[in-house]
């Protein structure tokens, strides 16, 4: 996507001397623009763990890329590559691509020589990156029917209206996003869309990130409380709902940020198209039950108690928001059953949210 008129990616590498993995550094966004240069594995395992990079399909791709840095630091000794794995894999527990990516890796350098490692893993991280991009474009060209068929329903020139929820957009994938991709792929195509964005506590990736981004795309948006998509739905304002997820079990359950159940039993309520896009990458092969099984992160409470925001004077500030004393929760996600959901919108096309819709598109697994 375009940032000033000119093509970025969340995260790319760099061979011009030091080796690098640089980032859009995402902590700034929307008062700053700002790339940010990982020269360690240690210094990516920062940037992932601290939120400089979000998202599942962006840290996948990084710690890809922070593989690559790894093939280097461990200078042969495969003990310390796979120290260095675990110790990214180690720094968000809940989206799979993370471990998916730093597995990849490993596989791939297991069947060559140590000294071809290097040269090796940046292969293997610009494939992942790049597959990841590709994999969010054709997510977008499955989804675009499904907003077509709305469209279709509507007045001519009346938008059809999409509710989401966090940032499941470019910034955390590679390129295009994957609950975006269908809303971006539909506005390029000249159907009329209006996104109901919410700010998404308690780092507000909807209102700081999604509405950048589609700001940046000319996309009509409305950023609201997290606690009024209900409403909107009794009132016939949301046509239908597209969440990115960062967790999805091979039954269809969906690890997302937390709010994304309660968006999931107002629309199941309201008689509202509950779609979930994701890369195949996303895929827990492994777990059958996302309520019981899929680890939560739980955060700092002080992302829950401190917000951030530009004062007047131009410069960014931290304040309290909450009662000093009282104790905070901060759980980043939560796991929505699949009975809620109406379909998922994968590379692949589009299925239904169960062990048997996912194995037609996925027979092996993913594989």
Sequence with gaps: MKVGGRQYVTVWGSREGVPEVRVIDQRKLPFAFEIESL?????????????????????????????????????GSEERLRELAAQLTAT????????????????ALSAHDASRWPEIAWREAEAIAAEDAEWCRRIGEHGLPLIREVAARKAPGEPVNILTHCNAGWLAFTDWG?????????????VAVHVWVDETRPRNQGARLTAWELAGEGVPHTVIADNLGGHLMQKGEVDMVITGTDRT?????????????????AAKDNDVPFYVALPSSTFDWETADGVADIPIEERD????????????????????????????????????PARLVTALITERGICQA??????????????
Excluded at 93 to 98: G, S, V
Excluded at 251 to 264: C, E, H, I, R, S
């Design 354 to 367: 169960s062990r048997e819709g996912i194995a037609e598109l996925f027979p092996r697994g993913g594989g």
């Design 92 to 107: 968000r527990p809940t989206a799979t691509n993370l471990a998916w990516a730093v597995a990849r890796q490993l596989r």
């Design 39 to 75: 020269t360690t594995v240690g210094a990516v395992a920062i940037a992932i763990r601290d939120m400089h990079v979000r998202g599942a399909g962006c840290i996948g791709a990084t710690a890809g890329y922070g593989m690559w840095l790894a093939a280097g630091e461990c200078r």
């Design 178 to 190: 994957s609950a975006t991709a269908p809303i971006y792929t539909a506005h390029r195509a000249g």
């Design 249 to 265: 079990t091979y039954t269809g359950d969906v690890a997302n940020k937390v709010g994304t159940y309660l968006k999931a039993l």
């Design 301 to 336: 409470g002080g992302e829950v108690s401190r917000v951030e925001g530009m004062l007047a004077s131009g410069e960014l500030a931290e304040v309290d928001i909450v009662n000093p004393g009282s104790a905070t929760a901060n759980y980043a996600f939560d796991v929505t």
